[in-house]
């Protein structure tokens, strides 16, 4: 069985639709008995806080580095908004640091920034290459950690050239527990041979909760129970620890 001591993809009221403060994830993040979580609001024109998202996940400096004895990592999970793999935002002129964008601005302090796809955008499946390319794409971004949910999102993709191109860029690709709770008819097989085809080529990946509440914090177990019906070798989660996370974080 695999002790997983950190869950680095989580959201707060910030993301509107979610329902806890980092505070009260903090708190249940330690009564599940973990050492670290990263903070993940969506950042989104479609969902969320729109507009306001980049100034309240920007602002994420007020918050301590440490809260009930657990670390905390402050990070987005950002939209990708088209096929080319532009992220949402990056195009915006930001209004404070003229010559920069948006994106630039706010997420290069960040500690880690996952990159996944969402509604409206993933009711335009597209074609296995356009999704193939647009991952790639993503990947070489280099504000970007790691590829969220590719498992559920609906873009169906050639896995070796995305997994290569993650491995080549010390990336990783996440396996998302809720992506298994919430949509089990369409991301299990999908987040199987995601799983099997980075078990076969060296690939890492984190394992996350997708917590949408505090109480779903450290809720791996359906991801976990499908990386140990493979064998999934422990050394490829990145967040397996606080001190693995933080390597990956500084690779
Ligand atoms: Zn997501
Ligand atoms: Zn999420």
């Avoid at 507009?51 to 657990?70: D, H, M, T, Y």
């Avoid at 950002?78 to 992220?87: A, M, Q």
Wanted: hydrophobic share 40%; aromatic share 6%.
């Amino acid at each position: 069985m695999y002790r997983i001591e950190t869950d680095v993809h989580t959201h707060t009221l910030i993301s509107l639709h979610a329902y806890s403060t980092a505070e009260e994830c903090a708190r249940h993040a330690a009564q599940a008995g973990l050492r670290g979580f990263a903070l993940t609001d969506h950042c989104s024109l479609e969902m969320a806080q729109r507009e306001n998202s980049i100034e309240a996940i920007f602002n994420q400096k007020v918050l301590p580095r440490e809260i009930e004895g657990v670390r905390v990592w402050k990070g987005t999970e950002i939209d990708i908004v088209d096929f080319e793999g532009h992220l949402a935002f990056e195009d915006r002129p930001d209004r404070f640091h003229p010559g920069k964008t948006a994106a630039e601005t706010f997420l290069a302090p960040l500690d880690v920034v996952i990159a996944s796809v969402h509604t409206p955008f993933d009711r335009q499946p597209g074609t296995v290459e356009q999704n193939t390319r647009m991952y790639c794409a993503v990947l070489e971004n280099p504000h970007v950690d790691i590829l969220g949910h590719t498992g559920r999102s609906g873009h169906p993709f050639e896995l070796r050239p995305v997994l290569e191109t993650a491995k080549r860029l010390g990336k990783c690709i996440e396996i998302n527990n809720a992506s298994l709770l919430n949509y089990p008819d369409r991301s299990h097989d999908a987040c199987l041979a995601i799983a099997t085809a980075c078990r076969d080529l060296g690939v890492q990946i984190s394992v996350s909760s997708d917590a949408h509440s505090a109480f779903q914090i450290g809720c791996l177990d359906a991801a976990l129970a499908l990386l140990e019906s493979i064998s999934f070798p422990p050394e490829l989660i990145v967040n397996r620890t606080v001190e693995s996370f933080e390597s990956f974080l500084h690779r």
